[in-house]
């Protein structure tokens, strides 16, 4: 049973360019949940989607969008970016009887560098 | 963005000796997690807590909710190398869905 699966693992990007993300959940799971973690912080939450709708966002810009598929696989895309937008982008996922956060399963996450 | 206060920053331990980190928030919460995250990895839940006063025992790990449900403890007894990492709590405001992180305490084991 594969968890949660994140790609590109490391990805370097230059200013103003654009950038998407992609997780695919754990099996079973419906509701991804994306964060950043800047080095030496913890998570900062994003957005989560469930049923193909962003239902909570966290303190981010529009530059930040994402997008869930029918299979319940999502991207973030990340326009415009900044030499502060360099992080780790973690992808969480859980299930439909999980309640809010608990069981969170968290993918590897992949490393952006902004240059 | 908001984050809860966590201490100590970083601990610095000999193999078997207990270990004892916490954290704080001005705000209640209704949840508090503890995750461990490895090097080039994403956070593993280690111990979840639901209710003010629980206190919940994983193996060597015991997370306690305070009663104020402003605060949470972790505590690791008879430490070994592969409790290396750092550990983060995170809590969650009402039925709000993202959880609020502290900045995690990182466990090095002395030589």
């Known amino acids: 049973d594969a968890g949660v699966t994140q790609s590109p693992t490391h990805l370097i990007k230059t200013r103003g360019q654009q950038v998407t993300l992609r997780c695919s959940p754990k099996?079973?799971?419906?509701?991804v949940s994306w964060y950043q973690q800047a080095l030496g912080q913890g998570p900062q939450f994003i957005f989560q989607y469930y049923e193909e709708e962003e239902r909570q966002r966290g303190n981010f810009p529009d530059r930040f969008s994402g997008h869930q598929f029918p299979n319940y696989s999502s991207e973030l895309n990340v326009n415009a970016l900044l030499l502060g937008d360099s992080a780790l982008y973690l992808c969480a996922s859980s299930g439909i009887n999980s309640g809010a956060n608990e069981k969170l399963f968290f993918g590897s996450g992949t490393q952006l560098s902004v240059l | 963005g908001q984050q809860l206060n966590q201490s100590p920053q970083s601990m610095f331990i000999q193999e078997g000796e207990d270990v004892s980190m916490n954290c704080t928030s001005s705000?209640?919460?209704?949840?508090w997690l503890w995750y461990k995250q490895d090097p080039g990895e994403g956070p593993v839940l280690l111990i979840a807590l639901y209710k003010a006063g629980e206190l919940t025992s994983n193996g060597r790990l015991t997370a306690q909710f305070g009663i104020t449900r402003k605060d949470s403890f972790l505590n690791i007894s008879a430490s070994i190398p592969s409790d290396v990492g750092i550990y983060f709590c995170?809590?969650?405001?009402?039925?709000?869905?993202?959880?609020?992180w502290g900045a995690g305490t990182k466990l090095i084991i002395k030589p």
């Open positions: 099996s079973g799971h419906d509701t």
């Open positions: 995170a809590g969650q405001l009402g039925s709000n869905y993202q959880l609020i």
């Open positions: 705000s209640i919460f209704n949840t």
